[in-house]
C-alpha cells in the first residue's frame, strides 16, 4: 500500500502538469505527467538529478516537497524524520496535484 506526503486531501488528484524543481541552487520548472515519477521527469528534462536503487531503498534520491502532494508505492528508505520533514524518494513519487515544489538541496 501506498503512502501520501503532502499539503491537504481536498485537492488531491488533480491532473499533473508541472514540477518546479530546485538542485544545485537553482529552480527548474518541467513537465511531469500522470503517473510519472518526478525523479523520471526530472531526467526527461536533463537535470541529472541523483539516484541509484531506483526502487525506493536506498533513499540517494530523496528531495524535500516544499508544495503539492505525491504518493509512493515503494518508501523503505524513509525514516520517521524523512515523514515529518515531507522528505520524498522522488524515484517513486508521483503526483497527486497540478503541480509541485520539490528541493534536492534541503536534503
Ligand atoms: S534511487 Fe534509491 S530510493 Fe530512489
Same mark, same amino acid.
Given at each position: 500500500?501506498?503512502?501520501?506526503?503532502?499539503?491537504?486531501?481536498?485537492?488531491?488528484?488533480?491532473?499533473?502538469?508541472?514540477?518546479?524543481?530546485?538542485?544545485?541552487?537553482? $529552480?527548474?520548472?518541467?513537465? !511531469? /505527467?500522470? *503517473?510519472?515519477?518526478?525523479?523520471?521527469? #526530472?531526467?526527461?528534462?536533463?537535470? $541529472?538529478?541523483?539516484?541509484? !536503487? /531506483?526502487? *525506493?531503498?536506498?533513499?540517494?534520491?530523496? #528531495?524535500?516537497?516544499?508544495?503539492?502532494?505525491?504518493?509512493?508505492?515503494?518508501?523503505?528508505?524513509?525514516?520517521?524524520?524523512?515523514?515529518?520533514?515531507?522528505?520524498?524518494?522522488?524515484?517513486?513519487?508521483?503526483?497527486?496535484?497540478?503541480?509541485?515544489?520539490?528541493?534536492?538541496?534541503?536534503?
Amino acid at each position: 500500500m501506498g503512502v501520501k506526503i503532502g499539503t491537504s486531501d481536498s485537492i488531491e488528484n488533480e491532473t499533473p502538469e508541472s514540477v518546479t524543481i530546485r538542485i544545485n541552487g537553482k $529552480e527548474h520548472k518541467v513537465p !511531469c /505527467v500522470e *503517473g510519472q515519477t518526478i525523479f523520471n521527469a #526530472a531526467m526527461r528534462s536533463k537535470l $541529472e538529478p541523483p539516484a541509484s !536503487c /531506483v526502487g *525506493g531503498v536506498c533513499g540517494t534520491c530523496m #528531495a524535500r516537497l516544499v508544495e503539492g502532494r505525491i504518493e509512493m508505492e515503494n518508501f523503505d528508505a524513509m525514516h520517521e524524520d524523512d515523514f515529518k520533514n515531507k522528505n520524498i524518494l522522488t524515484c517513486q513519487a508521483v503526483l497527486l496535484t497540478k503541480t509541485a515544489v520539490i528541493d534536492y538541496d534541503a536534503c
